[in-house]
Nanobody, 120 residues
Framework: QVQLVESGGGLVQPGGSLRLSCQAS????????MGWYRQAPGVQRELVAT???????NYADSVKGRFTISRDNAKRTVYLQMNSLKPEDTAVYYC??????????????WGQGTQVTVSS
């Protein structure tokens, strides 16, 4: 009953920028942590960045200083601003949210994934 819709992926040249968005909808009482993960061919899915409800952030070392995660609780949306993109950032990016529904049951939901390709 919780759905995540991602947008913002695409093709960009090295050094360029993209902004990913992920909006949650459905039976949601409160959202807790939100984050972004990515998976490239032949490698395990890795955590990119997370943000708590209070705004505390955590980043993978590979993206520190280049990516910024943020959230708008009123819009139930998490963003990932990606600057100075490198070819190694190429992957399918998935958003993830966890929270509690109106029956106070915890949930964890995943977005459908959006392709980010960094190439000349």
């Amino acid at each position: 009953q919780v759905q995540l819709v991602e947008s913002g992926g695409g093709l960009v040249q090295p050094g360029g920028s993209l902004r990913l968005s992920c909006q949650a909808s459905g039976s949601i009482f409160i959202l807790d942590a939100m984050g972004w993960y990515r998976q490239a061919p032949g490698v395990q899915r890795e955590l990119v960045a997370t943000v708590t409800r209070g705004g505390s952030t955590n980043y993978a070392d590979s993206v520190k200083g280049r990516f910024t995660i943020s959230r708008d609780n009123a819009k139930r949306t998490v963003y990932l601003q990606m600057n100075s993109l490198k070819p190694e950032d190429t992957a399918v990016y998935y958003c993830n949210v966890e929270g509690r529904d109106f029956s106070f049951r915890t949930f964890r939901s995943w977005g459908q994934g959006t392709q980010v390709t960094v190439s000349s």
